[in-house]
């Protein structure tokens, strides 16, 4: 009785819960009642993930990002989608606690940030990112690479590990295939192996927020839907930290996955359920073309209507 009064008062757990008993062999129907029930219930803030609120960002007298409300669930697995310049990359650098919002308030796991040490909430937070990827040392070990996440540096320097991080970061790269690789250095990997390697140093710290910005950038065909493979099955592990995704190709959109969030010039054309979110009509406001999506056999596609030409207006990424 005390276990379901717990998660009463904790009501975006319950569809956690129901999975894992369902894994487990099956919910009976007043289980499955009890954890239906409270869905309408409001959600407790400390419990959200992600919870932007009123935020806006301003530089120069120009809006970078209008103000807007964000959350994201323990369970959530967002995809943001949007043109060069939309504000997507402000925005993850909001939701990685490293800058400050003009106005409005984010939390982050439950603490706000301005009000608490960032180098600790940071380590809640696991972030992939190309401008992580550049300042790797070509010379350093992929293990070395992965453990030092550990202690919030990037590479090795003086540091004696304990055997208890390498057997973890060992444990991560075997976890996403990338086992074979903890003793090669960066410059010999491929733009493939690389993506997964900045995935492995993200989970070392078991985060509750993980980010991935453009993961899929600079990668070919088979490299790409190695990678989509690779997050669907994160998407779908119960023990998975929510995910955050930014990419500019809808085919990119790893199935598992729940959430989007459509940027366009610094505001959101629409944010919700994927299926609600991810459609012709909104995606043709955020390109400025006549773009026609599809959804097969799990995955997303879009390409831009035969019916009128469009032009695409090209914008800095901010």
Not at 205 to 220: I, R, S, T, V, Y
């Amino acid at each position: 009785m005390a276990f379901v009064v717990v998660l009463h008062r904790k009501p975006m757990l319950l569809a956690h819960f129901a999975r894992i008993l369902r894994h487990h062999g099956g919910v009976s129907d007043n289980v499955t009642n009890l954890i239906s029930a409270p869905a309408t219930a409001q959600v407790d803030e400390d419990d959200l993930i992600v919870n932007m609120r009123g935020v806006s960002v301003v530089r120069d007298g120009r809006a970078i990002l209008a103000p807007m409300d964000w959350q994201v669930e323990l369970d959530e697995r967002w995809v943001i989608v949007g043109p060069n310049g939309a504000g997507k990359t402000t925005l993850m650098r909001l939701a990685s606690a490293q800058m400050f919002p003009t106005t409005g308030t984010v939390k982050l796991v439950g603490e706000q940030v301005g009000k608490v040490d960032l180098r600790e909430l940071r380590t809640a937070i696991g972030m992939s990112s190309s401008a992580l990827a550049q300042r790797v040392p070509g010379e350093e070990k992929v293990a070395d690479i992965v453990i030092s996440a550990g202690y919030d540096v990037l590479g090795r320097w003086r540091e004696a590990y304990d055997e208890l991080d390498y057997d973890r970061a060992i444990e991560i790269l075997e976890s996403i295939g990338a086992y074979h690789l903890a003793e090669q250095t960066w410059s010999t990997l491929s733009e493939g192996e690389r993506k997964r390697v900045l995935i492995a140093r993200a989970l070392m710290n078991d985060p509750e927020l993980l980010l991935l910005d453009e993961p899929g950038a600079g990668l070919d065909l088979g490299g790409r839907e190695d990678l989509v493979a690779l997050l669907s099955e994160l998407a779908a592990d119960a023990d998975s930290p929510a995910i955050v995704m930014i990419t500019h190709h809808v085919e990119e959109i790893p199935p598992g996955f729940t959430h989007a969030l459509l940027l366009d010039e610094g505001e959101v054309v629409a944010q919700g359920i994927l299926e609600d979110v991810m459609t012709s009509e909104n995606l043709t406001r955020t390109f400025h073309q006549p773009i026609e999506v599809k959804y097969e056999q799990g995955r997303w596609f879009a390409r831009r209507s035969r019916q009128r030409r469009g032009s695409h207006r090209f914008r800095e990424d901010r």
